[in-house]
Nanobody, 119 residues
Framework: QVQLIESGGGLVQAGGSLRLSCAASGRAYAMGWFRQAPGKEREFVATLNWSGDRLIYADSVKGRFTISRDNAKNTVYLQMNSLKPEDTAVYYC???????????????WGQGTQVTVSS
C-alpha cells in the first residue's frame, strides 16, 4: 500500500504560478496528476515513468505545466505556470505500476488539493 499526500494548492490570479507536490510512502513506477472540476469528470493532466524520460501531458496544459519527480524523496511535482481560470479544480496525485493517462490504471490516489485561479 502506497499513501500519497499532496500539497501546494491555493488561490492564484490568472497568469500566476503554483507548484504542487505529492509525497509517496513508497516507490511506484508511474506517478501522475489528474484534476476534477465541479460537475466534471476526473481528467488527466500529466504523468511520467520512474526514470522521468517518458512523459505525457494533456493538450490543455502542454507548454504551461511541467511534471518531475525526485525518486530519492519518493515525490512528484507539478509546476504550473500561466494559470488560467479553467485550470481551477481539485488536483489529485496518482501512483501505480502502469504508465498511462487513464485513471483506472493507477492503484493509489491522494486526497486532492484545491487549485483556484481567479480571473
Amino acid at each position: 500500500q502506497v499513501q500519497l499526500i499532496e500539497s501546494g494548492g491555493g488561490l492564484v490570479q490568472a497568469g500566476g504560478s503554483l507548484r504542487l507536490s505529492c509525497a509517496a510512502s513508497g516507490r511506484a513506477y508511474a506517478m501522475g496528476w489528474f484534476r476534477q472540476a465541479p460537475g466534471k469528470e476526473r481528467e488527466f493532466v500529466a504523468t511520467l515513468n520512474w526514470s522521468g524520460d517518458r512523459l505525457i501531458y494533456a493538450d490543455s496544459v502542454k507548454g504551461r505545466f511541467t511534471i518531475s519527480r525526485d525518486n530519492a524523496k519518493n515525490t512528484v511535482y507539478l509546476q504550473m505556470n500561466s494559470l488560467k481560470p479553467e485550470d481551477t479544480a481539485v488536483y489529485y496525485c496518482a501512483a501505480g505500476w502502469k504508465y498511462s493517462a487513464v485513471p483506472n490504471q493507477y492503484d493509489y490516489w491522494g486526497q486532492g488539493t484545491q487549485v483556484t485561479v481567479s480571473s
